[in-house]
């Protein structure tokens, strides 16, 4: 046998070790154990998701009928949550996961490296927003319209490199309320934006929302780290709505007033978190 014989031979050994290693805690650990490593790393967060895990056949979890809550109440809903361990990257000494979860008639499929180049990929289609009740329970709001998300993030040395495109196709949405202060209701809004990761640095770069009477652009820095729910947001709202829009709701305006900077124009800061954004 060569020396690159046996050096290959030597790697299978270790990555079938490992691998064997994996398969047989995962077998061993009851799910019990599991689902309370998960509500712990989500309390951190405020959060909590019900009802518990189930083990799939590949070392994996499953959800069925799972709701993402906060204090508030209902964050995200899933319909099929899966949660698997990648085992290809493992047997090349990387680990990471793969989750894909199906949020009424659309999908998400998100992947999280631990180790590695490939920090976080993510791609979700044909998501109605009626579907994610954050809406009511963190805006007291109603909101359609279909979402579509892709991007991805990368590690090295300085902290993590990415981008994350998002459109929101006839966005419409009635009610929301920041703190003391409401935001116009509008609809049939043709909306995109961009979230950018520079040396681990999140910012939206800009979400603007362009609809019949109103022009809105949303963009500033983004929470990232161990407690992103929890951190503080840094963003601002500007508005521009045309002469018509605002009569129809000037009421809105009025109590918007102390944020406009010229006429017809109108920077209103959002501070909070994001389970609790407010308007100062």
């Keep these: 046998m060569t020396k690159g014989q046996r050096l290959l031979r030597t790697i299978a050994l270790g990555a079938g070790g490992a691998f064997l290693f994996v398969v047989l805690t995962y077998l061993f650990i009851p799910t019990s154990r599991i689902d309370a490593l998960i509500a712990q790393v989500l309390a951190e967060q405020g959060l909590s998701l019900a009802p518990g895990a189930h083990k799939t056949l590949l070392p994996g979890l499953r959800w069925n009928d799972a709701l993402l809550s906060s204090e508030q109440g209902g964050v995200a809903h899933f319909d099929r949550l899966r949660v698997r361990l990648q085992l290809l990257p493992l047997l090349m000494g990387r680990v990471g996961v793969r989750a894909a979860a ?9 992947f999280y490296g631990v180790t590695g180049r490939e920090a976080f990929a993510l791609h979700t289609d044909g998501i109605n927003l009626t579907d994610i009740p954050i809406f009511k329970t963190v805006l007291g709001a109603t909101a359609s319209g279909n979402f579509w998300s892709e991007g991805e993030v990368t590690r090295s040395a300085k902290g993590l490199n990415g981008e994350l495109k998002l459109e929101v196709k006839q966005l419409a949405y009635a009610g929301v309320k920041m703190g003391a202060f409401p935001l116009p209701d509008a609809s049939n809004l043709r909306s995109q934006g961009m979230v950018r990761i520079t040396d681990s640095q999140v910012r939206l770069e800009s979400f603007t929302l362009q609809g019949e009477g109103i022009y809105m652009r949303l963009s500033g820095n983004l929470p990232g780290g161990a407690k992103t729910a929890n951190a503080p947001l840094d963003l601002v709202l500007e508005i521009m709505p045309k002469p018509e829009f605002l009569e129809r709701q000037k009421l809105t ?6 944020f406009q900077v010229s006429p017809g124009v109108y920077r209103v800061p959002i501070r909070g978190t994001l389970l609790k954004p407010e308007i100062f």
């Design 102 to 110: 199906d949020i009424g008639k659309g999908q998400l499929d998100l």
């Design 253 to 258: 305006f009025l109590l918007l007033a102390k």
